[in-house]
């Protein structure tokens, strides 16, 4: 199929940016949405034009590293998938295309279609982990059974990629989604507890400070979420953080 | 064994070299280590574990890697599970047994020592990835749960459904965001190492890119440590992904760091095929499937043609008309057997006409008996002995959907075919390299302070891989071997104070960076980087991949050699070196792979025997089974660059003893 597409082009994160059209021919349904740019890609350097930069890596949608906004849908058309993971079938021949890159003051552009999504980790290291260093003689790891609901569950809230298309999605561009699956992953198991309160309060606090925004219950972001994390996450991290307050 | 090499494997009994090799290291104290500044290059598995250990140990740590965060490595995409000798099951598993598969699923190319010590330090993993919330797979009883994979007799896998690798990586990133948080580790993500630097002889840094910028900077520390990763790409079309690359190993290489088995690398038999000629990457469909697929092409070349020009449907081909060829031709394990021996057992029937897609090179992994099997199952339970086919069919469906259904779900994606009503399509693909930088018991490389750690070095997997054992060895290699190994060397260091980075060395590296990524950009050819890597990639994979001899390789040689010499005259990068270019990275690490791939041949070459991964044709028996030829090759290959030249590497044999292990045939028939 031939396709037309408006992608954002923008050299660096001081450069204003704007949109660029460019026409793609031929270009197979088998395809995956990165493939065509590859081929786009391809196509300008022929030209004498510099290719188009973004993110990607393991293309199996796993990374977390992709991160288009497709027709103004984070991640494009289709549900529960990456940008890699999506195929040109959900296209049509003669479709024009428009692909962004997040929009967000906590992710600023780095170059064209990339952001810079280090807000994340900043969160992470506020109090995404459990203090245990490594050691050759920890407890038994079959030492405290731990309910297989609660295992699931916890493990549902773990397969979080941290792309970001959460943010991407919400008008106030809030990283609630992110920031509660993990809390809610060490609230559900038992070797979380010793730090929940410090945990929920300092990943909170940091989220704030990155500037992301409030969350008001849209549900949008679980929409666009290619993981299914579920906004019960963001529920349970409410009521872990009312905790934490009535504690403190 | 060549004088150039030690191993340094401690004396005693196997099971107590470990043990006693950690009480005679020396200790570095807290005060001392605070001084003490150490570079880890990859924060994969192996690299955020390392850095991680080392940092909580008091260490300065300094680690880089390519992507926007350490948590987007490579081996976050690990699906499967990782093993370890728990014997939760009670099924008699044990260290030695785990030891003993090993060493034998290597095809007796690994080094025992190594080897018995990953066996031993495996539980600990468990433990300590628990202990960090890493959400295992548990069963009701609230225990956790095993699964049996790779050919294996007993269940020792631990996983987290399809996604173990994530989560694995996900708790050692913590554990590495954790230190970076209290100021221990300095995270440096979108950076490259493009060289090593060596300083009157040891390791003393490296070179890096910054990715955004285009800044070459220097980074100095007492001792290196790498872990970037195999090298699988050297294809192009691999299960790695995209940015998986050679050049933090061949820059160490370059610099006096032997590189070891590079010909050992491992076909996975399960991945989607090829499906056209802008595709970028392969994508693995787990291995467990093999435990209820099974796998078959059409028993004549008439009904194969018909399929592949969409004229016969494969459900349609009746039972006698089809070949379940492993069936065939292992009765014992069947559609279990190992990796290398399913790789080829797929080629060799597409390769003689059979093949079921456009390509030709396709079989199929068919779920329709294991559907009927579990249906019926159901429907005793469910006490309904009349039920009628189409209720077996949907209560099958159900069961393997449960099992399978994210796997069946990515495969429609892809394929946009629904497998639970035709049969998958799958080839075998690049997955895994088991060679890699050379290292002694203590992961040390041939420069001194120069230490390696993941898939990047060659230690534990010999001439094949078994299914789970990659984690299981970086998480080994970052947790639990390095923080100790790593005293080695460092405790010569305690009043070395900081490294310089504007010795001569560090200036003279990055110069020669530099006009390296200069004359990329000076070449002004007509050629894109992604082509010559395309065109490289079916050199590799037509005569360095699943089957070999020598007019190939000494082919493969000369052709590479002449895209070599092509690609520094007529290669295309645009842009500019001091800001963001991808373009320009990639040729980086493109340039690095045509020179790998020359010494892969070169390995292949003079390893005249079959074994594991590598099957050279000539070393065959009559009914087509890979022959090794233990009196003359048990050794580990491990090239010193020479020359300038990767041509002209010089061979150093590490001789391979098996004390513990009886070097026997592998029969799955
Ligand atoms: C699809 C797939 C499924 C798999 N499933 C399993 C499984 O089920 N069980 C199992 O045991 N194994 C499995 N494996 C193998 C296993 O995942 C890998 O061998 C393992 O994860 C490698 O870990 P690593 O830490 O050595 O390297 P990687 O995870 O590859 O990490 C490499 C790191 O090095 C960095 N890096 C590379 N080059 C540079 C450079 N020049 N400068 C700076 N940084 C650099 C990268 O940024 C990254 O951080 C699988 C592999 C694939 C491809
Ligand atoms: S919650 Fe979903 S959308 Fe948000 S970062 Fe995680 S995976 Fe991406
Ligand atoms: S490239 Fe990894 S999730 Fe898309």
Redesign the interface.
């Known amino acids: 199929m031939n396709l037309t597409l408006k992608v954002w082009r923008q ?2 994160a001081q450069d204003q940016g704007s949109f660029a059209t460019y026409a793609v021919r031929d270009i ?5 949405f ?2 065509m740019m ?2 786009l890609n ?1 196509q300008l ?2 030209q ?4 188009v ?1 973004f ?11 992709c991160s288009m906004f497709i027709n103004g849908e984070a991640h494009g058309p289709d549900r529960g ?1 990456t940008t890699c ?1 999506l ?1 040109m ?1 959900k296209f049509k021949d003669g479709d024009t295309i428009t692909v962004e890159p997040w929009r967000a003051k906590a992710f600023p552009v ?2 064209d279609l ?1 952001v ?3 807000a ?2 900043r969160i ?3 109090g ?9 003689n ?5 030492a405290t ?4 609901h609660d ?2 569950a ?2 549902d809230a ?2 979080c ?2 792309c970001g298309a959460c943010v991407a999605t919400c008008k106030n561009a809030s990283a609630m989604l992110f920031v509660s699956a993990k809390v809610s ?2 609230a559900l ?1 038992p ?2 507890q010793v730090e929940a309160a410090d945990r929920v309060r300092n990943m909170v606090h940091q989220m704030d400070l990155e500037g992301f925004g409030n969350c008001t219950n849209t549900g949008a972001c679980e929409v666009e979420c290619p993981k299914g994390i579920s906004i019960e996450n963001i529920a349970r991290m409410n009521r872990e953080y009312l905790k934490a307050s009535i504690t403190a | 064994m060549s004088s150039k090499l030690n191993s340094r494997i401690p004396e005693g009994p196997i099971a107590e070299k470990w043990t006693k090799h950690k009480g005679t290291i020396p200790l570095v104290s807290p005060a001392n280590k605070r001084r003490i500044d150490v570079i880890v290059v990859g924060t994969g598995l192996a690299g955020s ?1 390392a850095a ?2 080392l940092a ?1 140990l008091g260490y300065n740590v300094k680690a880089f890697c390519f ?8 081996s ?2 690990a699906q499967g599970g990782i093993n370890a000798a ?1 014997n ?1 099951q009670n099924d008699g598993d044990s260290v030695f047994r785990l030891f003993y598969d090993t060493v034998k699923g290597g095809d007796y190319r690994s080094r025992e020592a190594n080897v018995h010590r990953l066996a031993e ?1 495996s539980s ?1 993993i ?8 890493v ?10 749960d095993n699964r049996s994979f790779g050919g294996v007799q007993v269940s020792r896998t631990f996983y ?2 399809g ?1 173990t690798g ?2 694995l990586l ?1 708790g050692a ?3 590495l ?2 230190q ?2 209290k100021g221990r580790v300095k ?1 440096y ?1 979108r950076h490259e190492m493009v060289d090593l630097v060596v300083v009157d002889g040891k390791a003393r840094g490296i070179i890096a890119r910054n990715l ?1 910028t285009g800044e070459l900077e220097r980074h100095s520390a007492h001792a290196v440590i790498i872990a970037s990763g195999g090298y699988g790409n050297v294809f192009y079309l691999s299960t790695n ?3 998986s690359n050679v050049t933090a190993a061949w820059k160490a290489h370059k610099k006096g760091a032997f590189f070891a088995n590079p010909c050992f690398t491992q076909i996975h038999p399960t991945c989607i095929p090829v ?2 000629e ?4 392969l ?1 693995l469909m787990s291995e467990s499937l093999r435990n209820d697929g099974r796998i078959w092409v059409p028993a004549e070349l008439e009904d194969a043609k018909a399929i592949r020009e969409g004229r016969l449907k494969p459900t349609d081909l009746p039972e006698e008309k089809r070949d379940y060829y492993l069936e065939r031709r292992y009765p014992a394990f069947g559609n279990l057997v190992p990796r290398d021996v399913a790789s080829r057992a797929a080629k060799e029937r597409c390769d003689a006409g059979y093949g079921v897609n456009k390509t030709g090179e396709a079989v199929y992994l068919d779920f329709s008996a294991a559907i009927m099997r579990y249906g019926k199952e159901q429907a005793n339970l469910k006490g309904m002995p009349n039920a009628s086919e189409a209720e077996i069919r949907a209560l099958g469906t159900k069961v393997v959907e449960s099992k399978y259904g994210n796997l069946f779900q ?1 495969y429609e ?4 075919e629904n497998p639970y009503v035709t049969p998958m399509k799958i080839y075998p693909a690049v997955h895994y390299t088991m060679g890699g930088l050379w290292v002694d018991y203590n992961l040390m490389s041939t420069v001194p302070g120069l230490f390696v750690a993941g898939e990047a070095n060659f230690s534990d997997h010999g001439a094949n891989r078994l299914g789970a054992s990659a984690l299981m060895q970086g998480l080994a290699d970052g ?2 071997v390095l ?1 100790y190994t790593v005293g080695t060397f460092l405790a010569d260091d305690i009043r070395t104070g900081p490294i310089s980075t504007d010795l001569p060395e560090f200036v003279e590296a990055e110069k020669a960076a530099r006009a390296r990524f200069e004359g990329f950009l000076k070449a002004k050819g007509s050629t ?1 980087v ?2 010559f890597h395309r065109r490289l990639g079916k050199i590799v994979w037509d005569k360095i991949g699943m089957a070999r001899n020598e007019a190939g390789l000494k082919t493969a040689i000369a052709e590479i050699r002449a895209l070599r010499e092509e690609f520094y005259r007529d290669v ?1 990068v ?2 500019g070196m001091f ?2 270019n ?2 320009l990275d990639k040729a980086n690490r493109v340039a690095d792979f045509m020179e790998l791939a020359e010494l892969m041949a070169l390995d292949a070459l003079t390893r005249e025997e079959s074994c594991g991964g590598h099957f050279r044709e000539e070393y065959q028996s009559e009914d087509g089974e890979a022959l090794r030829q233990d009196d003359a090759f048990a050794f580990v290959s491990a090239w010193e660059f020479t020359d300038n030249d990767p041509g002209k590497a010089t061979l150093h044999k590490e001789d391979l003893v098996f004390e513990n292990v009886k070097l026997v045939t592998r029969s799955y028939k």
Do not use: W
Request: hydrophobic share 35%.
């Open positions: 050299k660096n197979s349904p088998d395809m995956s990165l493939e590859d081929v391809e350097i022929a004498g034009v510099e290719s930069v993110d990607h890596d393991c293309r199996e949608g796993i990374c977390g590293m998938v993971q195929h079938r780095v170059r990339m810079d999504r280090s994340f980790d992470i290291q506020a995404g982990y459990v203090s245990v260093n490594t050691m050759g920890l407890p038994d790891a079959n059974p731990i309910e297989k295992a699931d916890a493990f773990a397969t990629i941290g992953q060490f198991l070797q979380g | 574990s991680a250990s909580e992507q926007d965060s350490p948590r987007r490595a490579h976050i995409a728990k939760y330090v600990s468990i433990d300590q990835c628990v202990a960090q919330g959400p295992f797979a548990r069963d009701y009883g609230g225990l956790l987290a459904k996604q994530q989560q996900l990133y913590s554990a965001e954790r970076v948080a995270m993500a955004v992904a995209m940015g499906s056209g802008s595709q970028s990457k994508t990515m994606k892809i394929t946009d947790y639990f923080p894109p992604e082509v295309k645009l842009g800001e963001m991808p373009e």
